[in-house]
């Protein structure tokens, strides 16, 4: 069911909102001129009504049997925020000109994570698209964008949104959204971005006064969760299901990021994500362009990427915590809360291989065995990265890699998420080493609700250890600290880091075994008790091995026959990449990277 109000064409307009069991739901329009248009049930808990003479951009709400006026739960647009009344958006009035646009495989995608109100001063859609070209220019190709939809105030991760159809006002709008998503395929950059399904903002929140939206059967750190699977199911899982089909079709956005789908409670037969998952490569096939669903789960559960033939849900990838934790920890030593299940090379190795570290082993941490094998999914349904939104800013102090490890470290990471056998993921500022932090903000009007969230946040880090106290969430400060430092890029170090990232992603486009990494020509080892970790990839014609040096000493290079002519591709320790001379090929180089190609004479000699 389409739900929502459908800009016909012609001052034309069809409302359809679900609203069960109430006996009477009214759409009250605000503007031009005031009038009150009384709604039929359409059965199944849907009310439906026409209206003529409704322009586009007109505002409007619902009254349900009586009650106070009430945002559309499926509003397109909050100019007036989150409380006020909703707007028509006549989304046929864009002029796309993307229309040859076909979307782009996972296995070529390099994702760059954007906070848009963090990643350039204005903090809007239209400035982050001057920025396009220079992504472009390091490697990326498609761009990530953290949740967009309305929120209390004027600054927030996205994540307590509450219109989940609707477009945040300060960052553009839908017209600005549109804009930004023309511009990133012009330049053949696909567009991600992230929704939330697992929960909506306290603030602002008025779905409970139409519908059973939520279910007390189940507890989640954010309240009462989503009701997917109790009475009244249907609608809440239709809601969910075309606000996905909106993003596709009316923004035109290639893949949703799922927010902790670990958060969605549900036990029916049918779980939604698989119901979504079908409907989302139904909706690609009538498009003719490749749309997609990315998880992210910290349940380590191959279900969610297996295809539904083989019982699974058949989501496209999902992000890969396990390989974050492992590479972290090789890389800064620390040991607090999640992060005491890690700290070998060899569970780098296993992430690398496999996608997931914890396969059903137990977890010191959670105190019990923890997930499933992963080995047979294929490396494009692994999304890796050194740094997130969620790793940098769930920190105390929101630190960045650049802030506690060496340039050399910064280096073996780049190369440890660039070259590896997985989607790559960058967070903002990432490719020059910012050293901003990126923190925690918000900007809520209850004082209430501003308390508990920065008593929340406190408690968050009791595990780690941190001394201190945390940035106030809600100060202006907290944001304006966690905004991109743009002249960094081209100064020092920062300016080597990004060259560097230029070229680990210019070898990885053009070098088969890095470009499109096949598990089953694909081997990954490292020797007990040894910091030293081999990537060797292949094809028919050509062999590439990745070394990667995560001790704090000089390490004797783990290469094969001597007599075989191997290219150095790059080597992080070069004085050309400001590190201190490289020792090849004796020695491997502290905390470096090495990559090495079999030449092409030789390579159907080294394939199996």
Known sequence: MKIGARYLGGHRCEFVVWAPPHQAVTVQLVTPSAKSIPM????????????????????????????????????????????????????????????????????????????????????????????????????????????????????????????????????????????????????????????????????????????????SKYTTPWGSAINFDDAWSDGVRNYFIENALHWFSHYHIDALRLDAVHGIRDRSASPFLMELAERTAACSADAGRRVALIAESDLNDARILRPRSAGGYGLDAQWSDDYHHALHTLLTGETQGYYEDFGSAAQMAKAMRDGFVFSGQYSRYRKRRHGNPSADRPAEQFVVFAQNHDQVGNRLNGDRLSTLVSFESLKLSAGAVALAPAVPLLFMGEEYGEEAPFLYFVSHDDPGLIEAVRRGRKEEFLAFRWSGEPPDPQAEETFLRSKLTWALRDTGRHRLLLEFYCELFRLRKKTPPLARPDRNRLDVHVSEGSPVLTVRGWTDRVEVRCLFNFGKSDAEVPMPDRSVRWEKLIDSADSRWGGSGSSLPDRLRAHSVVVFRASRRTADALSP
């Not at 003529?52 to 945002?71: A, F, M, T």
């Not at 929120?151 to 991760?157: A, D, I």
């Not at 549109?178 to 306290?202: E, F, I, M, S, T």
């Open 40 to 215: 039929r049930p359409d059965g199944d808990g849907y009310w439906r009504a026409a209206a003529k003479d409704v322009p586009p951009d007109s505002r409007y709400q619902y009254l349900v049997d009586g009650g106070p006026p009430r945002p559309d739960p499926a509003s397109h647009a909050q100019p007036d925020g989150v409380h006020g009344p909703s707007q028509i958006i006549d989304h046929a009035a864009f002029a796309w000109g993307d229309g040859d646009w076909r979307g782009r495989p996972a296995a070529e995608m390099i994702l760059y994570e954007l906070h848009v109100g963090a990643f350039t001063p204005d903090g809007t859609f239209d400035a982050v698209i001057p920025r396009l070209d220079a992504l472009r220019e390091v490697g990326i190709t498609a761009v990530e964008l953290m949740p967009v939809t309305p929120f209390p105030g004027v600054r927030n991760w996205g994540y307590d949104g509450i219109a989940p159809f609707a477009v945040h006002q300060a960052y553009g709008g839908p017209a600005g959204l549109k804009r930004l998503v023309d511009a990133c395929h012009a330049r053949d950059l696909a567009v991600v971005l992230d929704v939330v399904y697992n929960h909506l903002g306290p603030e602002g929140n008025y779905l409970a006064e139409f519908g059973p939206y939520f279910t």
